[in-house]
Structures are given as C-alpha cells and as structure tokens.
C-alpha cells in the first residue's frame, strides 16, 4: 500500500490497522482500501506466485497498466500457437474503449485468451464475466470459474489495419444501473 506522508500511519486508529490487517489476511477489503489519513493511490495484494489483486482508487491509473498488460497477453496468445509467423506489432488499445468496461470491471471479468483465435485476418479475444458466489476467484478452478462466467464481449484486433474493436455481445451487461 502506498502513502503520501509517515504522519499518517500514526494517525490510524486500532479500528483503521484492524481493517488493513484484514485485507491483508482476507486479500479482499472489509470497507474501502483506501484511507483519506495515508492518501494512498494504490494496494497490491500477492494473491500466491500468479496471482495479484491491486486495487486503484482513480481508473485513469488503472488503464494504462490494463493497456499494456493485454498487449503482452495477446501477443504471447498469438505467438504460442505459431511456429513460423510471429505478430510482433499489436497498437496500442484506445482507452475511450478500454474505459467502455467499466460497468463490468466492479464483476470480475476475465479475457479469455486460452479460447482466443484468429478468424478473417481478426485476433479475438472473448470477454467474460464472473459469476460472483461469494468465493474468491483465485480459490476456483479455472473449470469452475468458465462454467460460471458468460461471455458478454469480444476484443477484436484487425490485423491487417492494426485497430482494436470491442463488439459487445450482451448489451445488459454494460448497462451502469443493474447494479444498483
């Protein structure tokens, strides 16, 4: 966990470091991972050697890093099933498309790239959604949590024109008021 000043840490109650002490044990959060006394932006929790859960209190920080980190997993998705012909070159995702998730990023979701595949000069990567039962999905089979999820979109990659396109295939997922 980051933090703007030392003085904060000396201003947190016992009930503030018995909350941080249980995200630090639960790896989730009893109230908001975040603290106005330590002003921090981020937390990161090592979930095991594959697993991280990070916690962004601002998106604009958040999708830089999910830019990035889906460029590096499509291209090592692409690569793994060619022997010859390697795709070096992915652009960069728009994040006007990548801020489009939002409404399913609180869900859990999941870039499927092990069902990923080219079709018509087009890499598509389906986007599912986790079915929430209260168990961490670091806890669950990847069966289980496939079994679960449903596919509510797909990240599409033209490689010919080299653009990204997100073709959203169940349009209730994306809307901002199911959850409330």
Do not use: C
């Not at 003085?7 to 109650?13: F, I, M, P, S, W």
């Not at 594959?50 to 499509?74: A, E, G, M, Q």
């Not at 690569?79 to 998730?101: C, G, H, T, V, W």
């Not at 870039?111 to 670091?138: C, M, T």
């Amino acid at each position: 966990m980051d933090y703007s000043h030392a003085e904060g840490l000396e201003e947190l109650l016992p009930e503030e470091i018995a909350e941080l002490l249980f995200l630090g044990h639960m790896h989730t959060h009893y109230t908001t991972p975040f603290s106005y006394k330590l002003q921090n932006e981020f937390v990161f929790l090592s979930l095991g050697s594959k697993h991280l859960k990070v916690y962004y209190r601002k998106l604009k920080n958040f999708y830089p890093v999910l830019n990035d980190s889906l460029i590096r997993h499509t291209r090592l998705a692409f690569n793994e099933r060619r022997m010859f012909r390697r795709y070096d070159n992915f652009a960069e995702i728009p994040q006007s498309m990548l801020r489009q998730l939002t409404p399913i990023l609180s869900n859990g979701i999941i870039f499927a790239f092990d069902q990923a595949f080219e079709q018509e000069k087009q890499y598509r990567i389906p986007i599912l959604v986790v079915a929430d039962n209260g168990q961490s999905p670091i806890y669950r089979s990847r069966t289980s949590l496939y079994n679960k999820a449903k596919q509510v979109a797909v990240l599409r990659y033209n490689m010919t024109s080299g653009h990204w396109h997100l073709v959203i295939t169940d349009s209730h997922a994306f809307e901002d008021d199911q959850f409330y």
